[in-house]
């Protein structure tokens, strides 16, 4: 069972242009929500993360907005450049539960920006 | 200085083999993770260790082996290589849950088996 649903699977944007990421989820114990960055041939990184006290969270170019009522969260990237090319994925994790200590991925979003 | 380092990088071998994983990481960290990432990029837990104590055992076969040494290390050890083992295998490491500053992965290590 898929903890955290992503979408698009690949998403093509032009430089410049605002690139959005969606994911859902529905364990309603999950409080904290990064944000991971992945360039061909390397680890993930942690690009931005979220808890749900706040709806919305920015950090440079990358912001991070939070429906805890619908359950949802997304990725904006402003202004995307060339550079930014690469999978990402959203996650999710509890502080308590049976799912206490695992952090939950979605299935990534290949991200392309033409120059 | 590599944050998270495994070795090999690139991991060629025939089914039936046993090979082994090595990780090592110099962050100070007190848990380390292994991931399995498929051909679609999807990425699953398998172990995790929180100072040497093993606290996340997904469903993995028993072929699969992890051993942490000590908290900065944690080795896979992989029996009797089947085609499907074929991936890409990423450890990890965080500062307790990784809640606050998130997960550190190493660059991982490429696994195919012919």
């Known amino acids: 069972q898929q903890q955290v649903k992503q979408s698009p699977q690949s998403l093509i944007v032009q430089k410049g242009g605002i690139s959005i990421i969606n994911c859902a989820y529905e364990?309603?114990?999950?409080?904290?929500f990064p944000w991971y960055q992945q360039f061909p041939g390397k680890g993930p990184a942690l690009l931005i993360a979220i808890r749900p006290d706040v709806s919305e969270k920015k950090e440079g170019r990358f912001t991070i907005s939070f429906n805890k009522s619908a359950k949802q969260f997304s990725l904006h990237i402003m202004d995307s450049q060339p550079g930014d090319s690469a999978t990402y994925f959203c996650a999710a994790s509890s502080d308590r539960g049976s799912t206490l200590g695992r952090l939950y991925f979605g299935r990534g979003t290949q991200l392309t920006v033409w120059p | 200085d590599t944050a998270v380092s495994q070795t090999p990088k690139y991991l060629v071998t025939q089914m039936g083999n046993d090979k082994s994983i090595k990780c090592e990481q110099n962050?100070?960290?007190?848990?380390m993770y292994w991931y399995k990432q498929d051909s679609k990029k999807f990425l699953k837990i398998m172990f995790s260790?929180?100072?040497?104590?093993?606290?996340i055992n997904e469903t993995v076969p028993n072929r699969f082996s992890p051993k942490s040494p000590d908290k900065a290390h944690l080795n896979l050890h992989i029996n009797s290589l089947e085609l499907g083992d074929s991936a890409v295998y990423f450890c990890?490491?965080?500062?307790?849950?990784?809640?606050?500053?998130?997960?550190?992965f190493g660059s991982g290590t490429r696994l195919t088996v012919v």
């Open positions: 990890a490491s965080s500062q307790d849950r990784g809640r606050d500053y998130g997960y550190t």
């Open positions: 962050l100070g960290h007190d848990t």
């Open positions: 364990n309603t114990a999950f409080d904290y």
């Open positions: 260790y929180n100072n040497k104590e093993l606290i």
